[in-house]
T-cell receptor
Framework: GAVVSQHPSRVICKSGTSVKIECRSL??????MFWYRQFPKQSLMLMAT?????????EQGVEKDKFLINHASLTLSTLTVTSAHPEDSSFYIC????????????FGPGTRLLVL | GQNIDQPTEMTATEGAIVQINCTYQ??????LFWYQQHAGEAPTFLSY????GLEEKGRFSSFLSRSKGYSYLLLKELQMKDSASYLC???????????FGAGTTVTVRA
């Protein structure tokens, strides 16, 4: 149980284009999903918390107009990197929480984004 | 704020035992998590502690002392496949967020 999928696993795009990443909880309903980015040999950096049916909460320093998050249902959240630039190249990972009492986060397999 | 410390690297021999320590100072506490992350992959859940004491799960055990702000992950009978980064993460109170340590890279040698 507690499987989270993420699509695509890898994407290469040109600078200035937008990229959409999907995150799905396959066998449980996740009222809360999280989006992280990770640079090589560094830990996870939380970008935003996504709640179904409401606006995402962004961490300090994360541009909400650049990283659009939509939590359309209890099993799907999307992250759109708008007007991507080479500095946006990173490993993007989503997670879904199974709620109370443990609030364990289960991670998707990640999306490696390379902006040329 | 959140401050979570764990060693950067550890090396051990196949079949041995390794203990990864984690200390934390957080504004709220709703449990401590350990995750394993292989290079280029997403983290996988290993353990969760919210009460003091030891939780054992096969070759892996995790310990928590809330009064000391301290946890450790114990890996027994090390195998080559255990070479990975191990992330200590603390859950906040009521907001489901996790604050992650920088991770400990464990290298298992034959």
């Amino acid at each position: 149980g507690a499987v989270v999928s993420q699509h695509p696993s890898r994407v290469i795009c040109k600078s200035g284009t937008s990229v959409k990443i999907e995150c799905r909880s396959l066998d449980f309903q996740a009222t809360t999903m999280f989006w992280y980015r990770q640079f090589p040999k560094q830990s996870l950096m939380l970008m935003a918390t996504s709640n179904e049916g409401s606006k995402a909460t962004y961490e300090q320093g994360v541009e909400k107009d650049k990283f659009l998050i939509n939590h359309a249902s209890l099993t799907l959240s999307t992250l759109t990197v708008t007007s991507a630039h080479p500095e946006d190249s990173s490993f993007y990972i989503c997670s879904a929480s199974d709620g109370a009492p443990k609030e364990t986060q289960y991670f998707g397999p990640g999306t490696r984004l390379l902006v040329l | 704020g959140q401050n979570i410390d764990q060693p950067t690297e550890m090396t051990a021999t196949e079949g041995a035992i390794v203990q990864i320590n984690c200390t934390y100072q957080t504004s709220g506490f709703n449990g401590l998590f350990w995750y394993q992350q292989h290079a280029g992959e997403a983290p996988t859940f290993l353990s969760y502690n919210v009460l003091d004491g030891l939780e054992e799960k096969g070759r892996f055990s995790s310990f928590l002392s809330r009064s000391k702000g301290y946890s450790y992950l114990l890996l027994k009978e090390l195998q080559m496949k255990d070479s990975a980064s191990y992330l200590c993460a603390v859950g906040g109170r009521g907001d489901y967020k996790l604050s992650f340590g920088a991770g400990t890279t464990v290298t298992v040698r034959a």
